[in-house]
């Protein structure tokens, strides 16, 4: 992955940051780290490249998600009713669409989901916007100083970053049900 990064450089940044941020950030701030890439254009390509991201999970839910849930939804118990309940108890006001974005931000694994179901349930797209690239923000500079400072560890932060899921989808789960229940 490094010597696409150092073959290509800036060029190939953008979109591998929108496939997978998180891995790229902290490979290409090692390599802005011993001065073979600038910090600053690091930050703002993997910071275009999440929010990029972000708009595309958020728009195929949003044009395909339902079509998706009519054809395929059953395989998995889920169905346009669930849809809309979960946009009633998860989605329904500004300041729990922030929970839900956020949290899925920190804890890494659901997030192309709740971006997917943002698009599905037809959040605002303005303010999906301003929230996903208001967490994109600290998350990506908080990858790039890791990434900086670290970077020689990568594959051992990779490995803890791709199974982070195991770990935060049950933290995830519960602060969910938290929410739910709390809204009863």
């Given amino acids: 992955m490094e010597s696409l990064i150092l073959t290509y450089k800036y060029w190939i940044i953008l ?3 929108v496939i997978e941020g998180p891995v790229i950030t902290i490979i290409a701030s090692f390599l802005a780290s011993i001065g073979l890439l600038n910090i600053f254009f690091v930050y703002l390509l993997v910071l275009l490249g999440d929010i990029l991201g972000d708009i595309i999970h958020y728009f195929v839910g949003r044009i395909g998600g339902i079509r998706i ?12 009713d669930s849809i809309d309940e979960v946009k009633t108890k998860y989605f329904n006001s ?21 971006m997917l179901v ?9 303010q999906f916007l301003i929230i996903t690239t208001t967490n994109n923000i600290f998350k990506v500079l908080a990858f790039v100083l890791l990434g900086f400072f670290f970077g020689k560890s990568y594959l051992v932060i990779e490995n803890y970053i791709n199974n982070s899921w195991i770990f935060f989808l049950p933290i995830f789960g519960i602060i969910v ?8």
């Fill in 15 to 17: 979109p591998l940051a």
């Fill in 69 to 80: 849930i009519k054809k395929y939804g059953h395989y998995f118990k889920v169905n346009e």
């Fill in 94 to 114: 500004k300041n729990s669409l922030w929970k839900i974005i956020t949290l899925s931000k920190i804890t890494h694994a659901p997030s192309s989901l709740v």
């Fill in 118 to 126: 943002s698009g599905m349930v037809k959040v605002d797209f303005k």
């Fill in 177 to 184: 049900y938290l929410l739910y229940s709390k809204n009863k």
